[in-house]
């Protein structure tokens, strides 16, 4: 990319036609000022870095001087050095605090608006930019520059109403942008338009004629506005334009000049007379009618005059005749002499020319056809044919044209040619077929009646002559007096004979036993089938021998070939199969336990009388069977049961073969019982074989013992694993033998005095033990369940359990100040936590005052007793009494009358006082938010002092102010107490005031701090577009911080992702969610490693919705980061809003400016969650 061109630049861009932008993309371009690249192309959208856009300003704006810088990320010799040393010399750019300038970083609209405000030194103009939609987004930083610069219609904004201040700025709109500031003019004070005048005022002109000029003086001269209109009084005389006249038809006309400002009219008078008759002239027009050239038209001839002849034209094939005034001919020959009197059109006369074909014959042909032939140019002669004399033949015409018979077409010139002929050859072609060969000349070129010479045809060794293809028998042949092409070739026979097979004992022939065999074919194949219990042994020839050969003798299937000895006829030979008797060798074994004769194998052929054999078990087996395992089907076992016993070979046995017989033996089993001795199940016998193990045994369990194995006494003996070798001669029984478990009791005191668990053998005898102790109740037993359902009984040791100990409480009434007690004045024997304690009968009783209910608070702020309230230790009630004889006057609260007893709250803003009229005789106190004592602010209309009891009470009757402004707009209950003279702190009125007041930015709220609360119409939606929260003037929603940074530095994307788009990704207030959610099912298996992982990681404050913020979003959190704490200002935070598939958009907490970075960079992380 390069915005300035060296010496040479693009003069057009082939991809900006139809571009919005193509009108002053292309001046740019024809001025030298940007070039494109190239391969021709513009890329008219392409972003422009901060570098790029310098280098624009500095060239467009005329900026040289250099100034000394020192930015890290701007490299000596880097080609933009020297441009970020113009621009901070011109003042309109300065980098960032870190110390960088980001060259490279693309640059956003509302960075060129600041730097072309500062280049025409606008006036900022904060006000001008809140039009925009998006005017939130916009940097304060930059605010008052956007509204400057689009006031000055230097940058607009986009057709859905926003500006896009973080949007990248392309080529295109540098381009404009650009344009626009370098022509930008300070508008200047109006002067208004006095008068004007008109030069001259009077003029003459002819119709038809020559314009005239008149000027519009305007004044005074410095007059803003000096555009005139110009009328004409009678346009059918003459027209104006601009001042300039032009004259249409005889008359008078008054041509008036009028002032866009104040309609000030100065007038010229204008005279239009006739123009003088010319007098009458001809034309002579010339039509080549096909020749070239056409001749000009002669013009302005004067009647009676004659006219120089143009030079004639030419026509191919015509000759040019003469000119007439008919087209065909037949009129007036027009010359040189010819006087003209009128206008006329003159025609060329044209002779077509005529062309001499002739044909002639050489040696040895004639010629057939019209010779020699007259024809017109371009028309066809007549067919003309050469015809060769016998035994020759036509070669071509003179003019190398090959065919006999030829018609020559559209003839443009003389033709004269003769036709050559050529005597005619054969060729004589002889060969030999399969197995033979030809001696002699092939082929043989012959001339026409000729003779051809001899040759023979010779038979290869076992092959005879037969005949020649043309059915010759003639050999040697010599053709005579040849007149066509010969091609013969010469056939051979194979030399054949008969062959006899025969078969010998043992045997068969199961192919051909005679057939014919000629020498030279493929063999035939021969095969002999030996009987059951026989093979093959050889193939001999037995007559003529030397006839035939034998492919494999051996081979029970095999060919036969005759060889070149067999005669030509009646050649015959006998080949013969002869066969042999099966053996095999035989091998006696034993599966173990037991032995065999004989020892060494044995040789068994078919046919021959049995073998015996003989098998003998090891003590603790039994015989069980012989069997064949290795080639059992080549032998026959007369009777395997039997120990002993005679094998034989059986057709199935293959000559030469190995079998194997064998004989197995098998272990005596007996029954093995259990006896669980008091386990269960009762388990079921099992079988178990000699010398092997006892496998799997029965499983019994039995509670309170552990399992010591199975053995074969009731008490001692010998223990029996599944591993253990089976040595028993007879049935067994195995026993279960135990080991008794120790147990644990365990004691639950229910807040009692703690009791040492009890830890013995399970069965043996457990006593209780003593009985713990707990301040004000009665231990009442131990209970087997925290429900206190069944009594625990202490007999034997059982398995390891817990038990819980139940208490009795006694429940005390107070009369609290009363007259008389209640009646009982206890409840006794109440098992906590399942009893109810029965009330009194009788109530006490106070004069002057009613009894209300019992309260577990003196001041009746605590909980209220009844029959059906759980007692969970021994407690003192008291009673709650209400003044009889005492009226309160009507008060006020927010407008609502005093309430008196009141169980709920009422809402009133935190601003509001609170006012309480106090009948004469009593007192009024309040508690502070969560009921604790201390300073609520009582002022009186009396400006009597309190008595700070600890409570704030007023000993002053009348009307009593609270001031609620203290509590700063927190939500808390605050208690307004009526008491009775003398001043006890029984509760005769109460009131419940709830302070609810309005969020505000910075309060701590649901795990952080309120970052943004949402205004009227503005939404938060999900990513599938479901409005989660809208405005709602009764209930805020907006933006928490987390009150700290997750991260300082961490990627955005995982390195799989880092160069993949995700699809949607949003950027208004809120939608960070959404984005948070398709970036993570994305980034598949990143857990905390990126942002958005990370982000939704957080569980401040006990919430799981956390999520990155939206680019908008981020920038609320920087507009108010004071008020939410805890920002690095040194650092970029990066938001879910990406700017393509590699970056996204971050917020530098610096200055607020927004900046894209790569997703593979890392940069700070602040959650937030929506409300």
């Known amino acids: 990319f390069s915005l300035i061109p060296a010496n040479t630049f693009a003069v057009a861009a082939s991809d900006i036609s139809g571009h919005w932008a193509q009108v002053k993309i292309q001046s740019w371009i024809d001025k030298g000022l940007i070039k494109g690249y190239p391969d021709g192309t513009f890329k008219p959208d392409q972003n422009v870095t901060r570098a790029e856009f310098m280098t624009l300003a500095n060239r467009a704006f005329g900026y040289t001087t250099v100034v000394p810088i020192t930015y890290t990320d701007v490299k000596a010799g880097s080609w933009y050095a020297p441009e970020v040393a113009k621009a901070k010399a011109a003042g309109y750019i300065s980098g960032y605090p870190d110390g960088t300038m980001r060259p490279e970083n693309p640059i956003t609209r509302e960075e060129v608006a600041t730097i072309v405000a500062r280049i025409k030194n606008l006036t900022s103009d904060a006000n001008a930019a809140d039009k925009y939609s998006d005017a939130s987004k916009i940097g304060s930083w930059s605010k008052g520059q956007v509204g400057a610069v689009t006031s000055a219609k230097i940058m607009q904004g986009y057709p859905d109403g926003s500006f896009k201040p973080q949007g990248l700025m392309t080529r295109a709109e540098v381009v404009v942008a650009s344009d626009n500031a370098l022509y930008y003019t300070t508008p200047v004070a109006n002067i208004a338009v006095s008068a004007i005048t008109v030069t001259p005022t009077t003029m003459a002109l002819t119709a038809g004629g020559a314009t005239g000029a008149i000027t519009a003086t305007v004044g005074p001269s410095k007059a803003t506005n000096k555009i005139v209109t110009w009328s004409s009084s009678n346009a059918a005389v003459a027209t104006v334009a601009g001042g300039v006249v032009t004259p249409v038809a005889a008359g008078a006309a008054v041509i008036t000049a009028t002032t866009a400002q104040g309609s000030f009219t100065a007038t010229c008078t204008v005279t239009v007379t006739a123009p003088a008759p010319a007098p009458a002239t001809y034309t002579v027009t010339f039509d080549s009618q096909g020749g070239t050239p056409t001749p000009a038209a002669i013009t302005g001839i004067a009647s009676g005059a004659t006219v120089t002849l143009p030079t004639a034209p030419t026509k191919t094939g015509y000759t040019f005749a003469s000119w007439n005034t008919v087209a065909v001919g037949g009129g007036t020959t027009f010359d040189a002499s010819t006087h003209v009197t009128a206008n006329v059109t003159v025609y060329a006369q044209w002779t077509i020319d005529t062309f001499t074909l002739a044909y002639t014959a050489g040696a040895n042909g004639t010629i057939t056809g019209t010779s020699p032939q007259t024809v017109n140019y371009g028309t066809d002669g007549a067919q003309v044919t050469a015809t060769p004399s016998t035994g020759y033949h036509f070669v071509k015409w003179s003019d190398d044209v090959a065919t006999a018979a030829r018609t020559d077409i559209h003839v443009t010139a003389n033709i004269s040619v003769t036709a050559t002929f050529a005597i005619d050859t054969f060729t004589l072609a002889y060969t030999a077929g399969a197995n033979g060969t030809i001696s002699g000349t092939s082929p043989q070129i012959v001339d026409y009646g000729a003779d051809g010479t001899e040759v023979t045809a010779t038979p290869n060794t076992g092959y005879h002559f037969v005949k020649w293809s043309d059915d010759s028998t003639a050999n040697p042949r010599t053709d005579t007096n040849v007149t066509g092409d010969i091609t013969v070739s010469a056939s051979f026979a194979a030399n054949s004979g008969t062959i006899t097979v025969a078969a010998g004992t043992g045997g068969s022939i199961t192919s051909a036993t005679s057939f014919d065999q000629a020498y030279g074919v493929a063999g035939t194949t021969i095969t002999a089938s030996p009987s059951a219990g026989y093979h093959f042994d050889t193939w001999t020839a037995t007559t003529n021998p030397s006839y035939v050969t034998i492919a494999t003798a051996t081979d029970v299937s095999t060919t036969v070939t005759a060889t070149s000895s067999m005669p030509a006829t009646g050649g015959a030979a006998t080949i013969t199969a002869t066969f042999a008797a099966n053996s095999i060798t035989v091998t006696i074994a034993s599966a173990g336990n037991g032995t065999v004769t004989p020892t060494s194998p044995v040789t068994q052929v078919y046919g021959a009388g049995g073998t015996a054999i003989t098998a003998t078990p090891s003590a603790g087996y039994h015989f069980a069977g012989w069997s064949g395992t290795v080639n059992d089907t080549y032998v026959a076992i007369a009777n395997t049961a039997l120990a002993s016993t005679t094998f034989t070979a059986t057709t199935s046995a293959v000559d030469g073969g190995a079998a194997t017989i064998t004989a197995t033996f098998a272990a005596n089993t007996f029954a093995v019982t259990f006896d669980g001795q008091g386990g269960t199940p009762s388990p079921a016998s099992i079988q178990v074989t000699y010398g092997s193990t006892y496998g799997t045994l029965a499983t019994v369990t039995r509670t309170g013992y552990t399992f010591a194995g199975w053995w074969t006494l009731a008490s001692g003996g010998t223990q029996v694993t599944s591993a253990s070798a089976v040595s028993i001669t007879a049935a067994q029984t195995l026993y279960a033998q135990w080991t008794a478990d120790n147990e644990t009791l365990t004691f639950n005191s229910n807040s009692g005095s703690p009791v040492a668990a009890i830890t013995q053998a399970f069965g043996t005898t457990v006593s209780a033990p003593t009985a713990p102790t707990r301040s004000g109740c009665t231990f009442v037993a131990w209970y087997n369940e925290s429900g206190f359902e069944t009594v625990h009984t202490f007999s034997t040791m059982g398995l390891s359990t817990i038990v819980y100990a139940q208490w009795a409480a006694t429940v005390t009434f107070d009369k609290n100040g009363g007259d008389n007690d209640a009646s009982p004045t206890t409840s006794t024997g109440i098992l906590l936590y399942s009893g109810r304690a029965t009330l009194p009968t009788t109530n006490p009783t106070w004069a002057g005052h009613t009894f209300d209910s019992w309260n577990t608070q003196a001041d009746g702020l605590g909980t209220a007793f009844t029959a059906a309230t759980q007692v969970i230790a021994t407690i003192t009630v008291y009673a709650k009494w209400l003044s009889s004889d005492a009226t309160l006057s009507s008060g006020s609260l927010g407008g609502v009358g005093f309430l008196g007893t009141s169980a709920g709250g009422t809402d009133i803003a935190p601003s509001s006082g609170l006012t309480v009229t106090v009948p004469a005789g009593m007192e009024a106190l309040a508690l502070t938010p969560g009921n604790t004592k201390s300073a609520i602010s009582f002022t009186t209309s009396t400006g009597a002092t309190p008595v700070d009891g600890g409570y704030n009470v007023l000993y002053v009757a009348g009307a009593q102010s609270i001031d609620l402004t203290a509590f700063g707009g927190s939500s808390a209950d605050i208690w307004v107490r009526v008491t009775a003279e003398d001043r006890t702190t029984k509760l005769?009125?109460?009131?419940?005031?709830?302070?609810?007041?309005?969020?505000?930015?910075?309060?701590?709220?649901?795990?952080?701090?309120?970052?943004?609360?949402?205004?009227?119409?503005?939404?938060?939606?999900?990513?599938?577009?479901?409005?989660?929260?809208?405005?709602?003037?009764?209930?805020?929603?907006?933006?928490?911080?987390?009150?700290?940074?997750?991260?300082?530095?961490?990627?955005?994307?995982?390195?799989?992702?880092?160069?993949?788009?995700?699809?949607?990704?949003?950027?208004?207030?809120?939608?960070?969610?959404?984005?948070?959610?398709?970036?993570?099912?994305?980034?598949?298996?990143?857990?905390?490693?990126?942002?958005?992982?990370?982000?939704?990681?957080?569980?401040?404050?006990?919430?799981?919705?956390?999520?990155?913020?939206?680019?908008?979003?981020?920038?609320?959190?920087?507009?108010?980061?004071?008020?939410?704490?805890?920002?690095?200002?040194a650092l970029y935070y990066w938001s879910s809003y990406q700017s393509g598939a590699t970056a996204a958009w971050t917020t530098y907490f610096a200055t607020g400016s927004g900046a894209t970075e790569l997703k593979s960079s890392t940069q700070a992380v602040r959650a937030v969650r929506n409300f």
Do not use: M
């Open 988 to 1129: 005769y009125y109460q009131i419940i005031v709830t302070v609810s007041a309005p969020l505000k930015i910075g309060d701590p709220y649901g795990g952080g701090k309120v970052a943004y609360i949402l205004q009227s119409g503005e939404t938060i939606k999900d990513a599938s577009g479901n409005v989660l929260y809208s405005y709602d003037a009764n209930v805020q929603h907006g933006l928490i911080a987390a009150l700290t940074d997750q991260s300082t530095g961490i990627i955005w994307a995982i390195p799989a992702c880092q160069s993949t788009g995700v699809t949607g990704t949003l950027d208004s207030i809120g939608y960070g969610s959404a984005n948070t959610d398709k970036i993570i099912a994305q980034n598949v298996g990143g857990g905390t490693t990126y942002a958005a992982g990370l982000a939704r990681a957080c569980t401040d404050g006990g919430f799981n919705d956390w999520y990155l913020p939206s680019s908008s979003d981020l920038a609320q959190l920087y507009s108010n980061r004071s008020l939410i704490g805890n920002f690095n200002n």
